[in-house]
């Protein structure tokens, strides 16, 4: 895609993207925000990938019950 191909000119073979993650009660991610883009597409393509790929995940835990929380997730790019 476009994000490849503008990375791939560049002379860029892998990135990383942090993004911060809201994760509710019944472990749903119900928001994904790069807080570190690279540019180059990156960024969007990893909040897009974890909103469409990822719809459950273990809730945090706060005194025994299922709480919303934010964590901070990390996403690898490798383009061969």
Do not use: K, W, Y
Request: net charge neutral; hydrophobic share 35%; charged share 30%.
């Amino acid at each position: 895609g476009a994000m490849s191909d503008e990375a791939r000119d560049e002379g860029i073979s892998e990135e990383a993207v942090s993004l911060r993650l809201t994760v509710d009660a019944s472990g749903r991610i119900t928001e994904a925000r790069a807080s570190s883009d690279p540019g180059h597409g990156f960024g969007r393509a990893a909040e897009r990938a974890l909103r469409n790929a990822c719809t459950a995940t273990v809730p945090r835990n706060r005194d025994g019950q299922a709480v919303t929380a934010q964590v901070t997730f990390r996403i690898r790019f490798r383009l061969d």
